[in-house]
């Protein structure tokens, strides 16, 4: 269950590298965190947009808000998102002890655990994602799981009954948890795709089934 989480979360990873003002009570502009240190974190479910924040002791630092992009809209030139780079998970003994996390680095709050992995086949390092702004039903982005159609839990050593197959399904990534459980028939009837998104099942075992652009 923990590697087909990561995994699916490794496959929907979008990171980006622009400064943009906004979040917090008190947004700034981006001079005022200039040479304040940056979070590491990487996305789940959006693109990566640092802000520059005011908080109430009057301080100023820098947070990772992912935004989901509205698949029916045509993609902002300016938006700060980039194309996914190459990430592969390493074991733990490779990223050394691990590290204290900052719970304010993330406008929403972080998504998962800490991954030791490596990006580019750069060194293994310590990570965390940040979630998007929580999903509701009338948002235009978001997916719609049907727990009607699933069936009971199930792992290599629980097989499926007859006419079910075992895969993870998630909704909405950095909102839902992942779910390893049994799905007969087609799984993608087991979701409704936002506007713009389709219904994917990754070729893996067990199966990944969510929706993508």
């Given at each position: 269950?923990?590697?087909?989480?990561?995994?699916?979360?490794?496959?929907?990873?979008?990171?980006?590298?622009?400064?943009?003002?906004g979040?917090?009570?008190?947004?700034?502009?981006?001079?005022?965190?200039?040479g304040?240190?940056?979070p590491?974190?990487?996305?789940?479910?959006?693109?990566?947009e640092?802000?520059?924040?005011?908080?109430?002791?009057g301080?100023?630092?820098?947070?990772?808000?992912?935004?989901?992009?509205?698949?029916?809209?045509?993609?902002?030139?300016?938006?700060?998102?980039?194309?996914?780079?190459?990430?592969?998970?390493?074991?733990?003994?490779?990223?050394?002890?691990?590290?204290a996390?900052?719970?304010?680095?993330?406008?929403?709050?972080?998504?998962?655990?800490?991954?030791?992995?490596?990006?580019?086949?750069?060194?293994?390092?310590?990570?965390?994602?940040?979630?998007?702004?929580?999903?509701?039903?009338?948002?235009?982005?978001?997916?719609?799981?049907?727990?009607?159609?699933?069936?009971?839990?199930?792992?290599?050593?629980?097989?499926?009954?007859?006419?079910?197959?075992?895969?993870?399904?998630?909704?909405n990534l950095?909102?839902?948890?992942?779910?390893?459980?049994?799905?007969?028939?087609?799984?993608?009837?087991?979701?409704?795709?936002?506007?713009?998104?389709?219904?994917?099942?990754?070729?893996?075992?067990?199966?990944?089934?969510s929706?993508?652009r």
């Amino acid at each position: 269950m923990v590697r087909a989480r990561r995994e699916l979360a490794f496959s929907f990873l979008f990171v980006a590298a622009a400064c943009t003002t906004g979040a917090g009570d008190a947004p700034d502009p981006a001079s005022a965190c200039a040479g304040k240190a940056v979070p590491p974190h990487a996305c789940v479910g959006g693109a990566r947009e640092l802000r520059c924040t005011t908080l109430a002791s009057g301080e100023t630092r820098w947070q990772i808000d992912c935004i989901r992009q509205d698949a029916t809209k045509p993609v902002d030139a300016g938006a700060s998102s980039s194309p996914p780079r190459g990430m592969s998970p390493c074991e733990a003994q490779a990223c050394g002890p691990t590290p204290a996390w900052d719970e304010g680095d993330c406008v929403h709050g972080f998504y998962g655990e800490p991954s030791c992995s490596s990006i580019d086949r750069g060194a293994c390092t310590w990570g965390r994602f940040c979630r998007p702004k929580p999903c509701t039903p009338e948002d235009p982005t978001c997916n719609v799981l049907h727990p009607e159609r699933l069936g009971r839990a199930c792992d290599g050593n629980t097989p499926c009954p007859s006419g079910s197959n075992c895969n993870t399904i998630v909704a909405n990534l950095g909102d839902d948890e992942p779910q390893t459980v049994c799905i007969a028939g087609n799984p993608c009837d087991a979701l409704t795709c936002a506007p713009g998104k389709r219904c994917r099942i990754a070729l893996s075992d067990p199966g990944q089934v969510s929706c993508t652009r």
